[in-house]
């Protein structure tokens, strides 16, 4: 996460420095923080206008919707929901090794008796990398894909972005596949 922060900070995608009342340069050292605060855990309404929603629960979590599962992208929660046999894992329907670096499968399940017809996700990665690389291609590239290369495989990522309360939202990241 530290060199996502380094990158954005660089790049200005985040700003961190504004030149105070006494013509001051001032640093805000928690600038990223606050945007990850910000695009990650604000909440919105996906549907009723019923504030129940964060990007991060969309994407690591998931959430259902008209009687379908939506985002739930995190490999690390997909096996704890399967240990606990509230996930049912249909196989997957393709798989791309990044070398030492883990993989990507695009797959298909029930949660809860609800329908995933088609998902993809990073295998074998730290939820901290995947919270980076998304936020990196959030700022790069809003609301399309991004194109990255991991283990020399090129492996776009895909982020969308809702603007709620005068403020730009993550509302979903995934590799797609």
């Known amino acids: 996460m530290k060199k996502a922060e380094e990158f954005l900070l660089d790049k200005r995608f985040i ?36 504030i129940a929603s964060s990007g991060f629960e969309h994407v690591f979590v998931g959430e259902t919707r008209n009687g379908e599962v939506t985002g739930f992208h995190n490999w690390i929660y997909f096996a704890k929901q399967e240990a606990n046999r509230s996930l049912n894992y249909y196989g997957h329907l393709r798989i791309l090794r990044l070398g030492q670096k883990g993989m990507v499968v695009k797959n298909n399940f029930k949660w809860n008796n609800l329908s995933k017809p088609v998902m993809t996700m990073f295998v074998g990665t730290s939820p901290e990398f995947e919270m980076a690389i998304y936020t990196v291609c959030y700022y790069a590239r809003p609301g399309g894909k991004c194109p990255i290369t991991l283990g020399g495989k090129s492996v776009p990522i895909v982020t969308y972005y809702i603007n709620r309360y005068g403020k730009r939202l993550l509302s979903s990241a995934f590799v797609e596949l």
């Not at 945007?35 to 919105?44: K, R």
């Open 15 to 50: 700003i961190n420095r504004k030149t105070g009342r006494n013509g001051v340069v001032e640093v805000n050292k928690n600038a990223f923080r606050e945007a990850i605060q910000q695009i990650w855990f604000g909440m919105f309404s996906r549907e009723q206008n019923i």
